[in-house]
């Protein structure tokens, strides 16, 4: 991507919406107050769990102290940012590995609630109006929002930044911005974002979420280049120190000005939190065993099941938990890239599957941890099961001659092997599936149609999924397939994920419990085409398209359940990926230096965000400040 400086005219033309002045009509251009609908919050479907009155979020202990530090191997990434290292600190466009946790210091308009599906309560807006066609949204910013160096946050930096991110963020935030037609500040105080017809039901929600940015800062700075310059936000926290690939810590703003928000009362408590960076797991562990950091979400069973044992665990200053996850735990897996022509057809995708046992891995080197992945919106309702409903059909039956019928029918389930790790039944069904998509044998290699060697390789990014991959591999020989691994540092695995230069690897994701416009990102035809998108597997069916734009148009949460099911047949039928593992809950492991609510919310894990620094605890267990 070339360098592109944002001159001081270009801020300002952004700033006042000259953009978007082009796809907003001139009625809501001058939408008037009295037109709109005035509420505290947003919701896909209208409905809050909280009044407008409200003094805080339930889960929350409004009371807790502020002070200590929480410390962590971060457990989740956003947009560019990289679990292994981070060489920038922008995690808003497309280049660079930037630094988890960096959406710490920006406050958006508002923020989510962590036990509803959905709906948002206001952070830098106080309250929002709507148009009755849902086209115009209207935030009034609060007074006291500004950014850190004391400069006032106002309206023309929301629009200023809303523009940006959707003509200069990073592929996922433009796509989906996709329904969004641009933002004008009315005044100081008051912005506009206007939303095209037909637009994605979640969009307005997904624009209240994003950070706003200062627009005099970046009058003298390019956007759109990674850096390791520390940005200037407004959210409750600042970066503080960082050592770029190994650790960055984020100091709390003592007086920041959001703190006693109702949406804020009872978070943020730490003074400093810290993301770790370990390029392997066991050294991780490692880590965190001798104190290095404080809090581990354990994500390897093997761990979890032999090596908590050491004394800090004994004597009982770490404890270790396991709560419920109760949100959508989607897909994780293996994703096939179909830009491949080796794997153009649906049958050697099948084969696939017939070659993963996962009983055995599941027993053999997971510890019978975890239950099989079958679905992209697996452990919620959105989940197709059994034959489609009369309103399944209805949706799919514009597409029955293109689809298998098998989508009419009981949806695709990985097959359950006999837990040996070389089911024979279970390859001989994937001989003649290759057989019959005319992959022959010659002198024991598995070739082509075109008589080519069928040859693939397995791209990963750290060693701890090495043995899961070779009784695939395994199985995958006994076949006459040449199947490889490849291990690549965090950088170029990520480079190449983004341009799709890979044959088969793993990811993992997950949707909300009111999915919308980001299902374009991991399924339509055009994602599939977009370098950076989380469309690896290169999916690219009108019916897919249909389904995805039915689940944004739905109306009813009834509406949406039925249409996420109905897609879930169509992608099932395609065998785009080979179906890993879930687990239903969170395995956590921390020294006993904190404090905690006695609530849970439901859809977020809640921490750092409401746990609390304990000295008493950390007194005895030896880890005072």
């Known amino acids: 991507m070339p360098r592109l400086k944002i001159s001081r005219r270009r801020v300002l033309e952004l700033s006042a919406g000259v953009t978007a002045a082009a796809a907003l009509g001139s009625a809501r251009r001058s939408a008037r107050a009295d037109d709109l609908i005035e509420s505290h919050g947003l919701s896909a479907f209208g409905d809050h769990a909280y009044p407008a009155d409200f003094a805080h979020f339930n889960y929350v202990d409004p009371q807790a102290p502020k002070g200590g530090t929480f410390s962590q191997i971060g457990p989740d990434r956003i947009y560019n940012q990289n679990f292994l290292t981070f060489n920038s600190l922008n995690s808003y466009i497309f280049k660079g590995d930037a630094a988890q946790g960096m959406e710490l210091t920006f406050a958006p308009l508002m923020v989510r609630a962590g036990d509803e599906p959905d709906a948002m309560y206001g952070l830098a807006a106080e ?5 009755a066609d849902g086209l115009t949204y209207q935030f009034l910013i609060r007074r006291e929002a500004k950014f850190h160096d004391g400069s006032p946050l106002t309206a023309h930096d929301v629009a200023f930044s809303l523009n940006l991110l959707k003509e200069k963020g990073h592929p996922l935030i433009a796509q989906s911005l996709r329904d969004f037609a641009g933002a004008k500040a009315d005044d100081e105080r008051t912005v506009t974002l206007s939303f095209a017809p037909k637009r994605a039901r979640d969009v307005p929600l997904y624009a209240a979420g994003l950070p706003i940015f200062s627009r005099a800062y970046y009058a003298t ?37 959001g703190a006693d928000l109702p949406v804020t009362r009872g978070q943020n408590n730490f003074d400093v939190v810290r993301f770790e960076y370990y390029r392997d797991r066991d050294v991780g562990f490692e880590g965190f065993t001798a104190g290095s950091y404080t809090f581990r979400e354990e994500f390897t069973s093997r761990i979890w099941a032999t090596r908590y044992d050491f004394p800090a665990l004994k004597d009982g200053r770490v404890k270790r938990d396991e709560f419920p996850d109760d949100t959508p735990s989607g897909a994780q897996g293996w994703f096939i890239n179909t830009r491949r022509p080796q794997f153009a057809d649906l049958r050697v995708r099948e084969a696939l599957n017939n070659a993963f046992d996962f009983e055995w891995t ?15 919106f697996q452990n919620s309702e959105m989940m197709a099961k059994g034959p489609p409903s009369p309103q399944e059909v209805a949706l799919l039956d514009p597409f029955r001659a293109r689809l298998p019928e098998e989508v009419f029918g009981e949806p695709y389930t990985p097959p359950v092997s006999d837990g040996s790790g070389q089911d024979r039944t279970l390859l001989r069904k994937a001989a003649r599936l290759l057989l019959d998509a005319g992959c022959v044998l010659q002198n024991g290699k598995r070739v082509l149609p075109n008589g ?25 020989g006994l076949l006459g397939i040449e199947a490889t691994l490849r291990l690549v540092d965090p950088v170029q695995y990520q480079a190449r994920r983004d341009g799709f230069d890979f044959d088969i690897t793993i990811d993992r994701f997950g949707f909300s419990s009111t999915p919308g416009d980001s299902l374009r990102s991991y399924f339509s035809s055009q994602a599939a085409a977009l370098k950076g998108s989380n469309n690896l597997a290169a999916i690219a069916d009108p019916a897919v398209d249909a389904l995805i734009d039915a689940i944004i148009a739905a109306n009813s949460r009834a509406d949406l359940v039925i249409a996420c099911r109905a897609l879930d047949r169509v992608i099932r039928s395609g065998r785009y990926w080979i179906p890993q593992w879930y687990k239903a809950s969170h395995w956590i492991a921390y020294w006993d230096v904190f404090g905690r609510p006695a609530a849970q919310p439901r859809y977020f894990r809640g921490i750092p965000d409401t746990w609390w620094y304990d000295p008493q605890k950390a007194g005895k267990a030896g880890r005072g400040r």
Do not use: C, Q
């Open 362 to 376: 599941n027993k053999n080197i997971m510890f019978g941890a975890y239950l099989r992945t079958v679905s992209v």
């Open 452 to 476: 080519a060697p069928m040859v693939l390789e397995f791209l990963i990014d750290e060693p701890n999924f090495e043995p899961h991959h070779a009784p695939l591999i395994r199985n995958l």
């Open 221 to 257: 700075r390019a956007f759109d280049e990674s850096s390791l310059e520390i940005p200037l936000g407004s959210g409750a926290y600042k970066v503080g120190r960082f050592n770029a690939g190994r650790f960055i810590e984020f100091n709390r703003v003592a007086d920041w000005w």
């Open 127 to 131: 309250k929002v109006r709507r148009s």
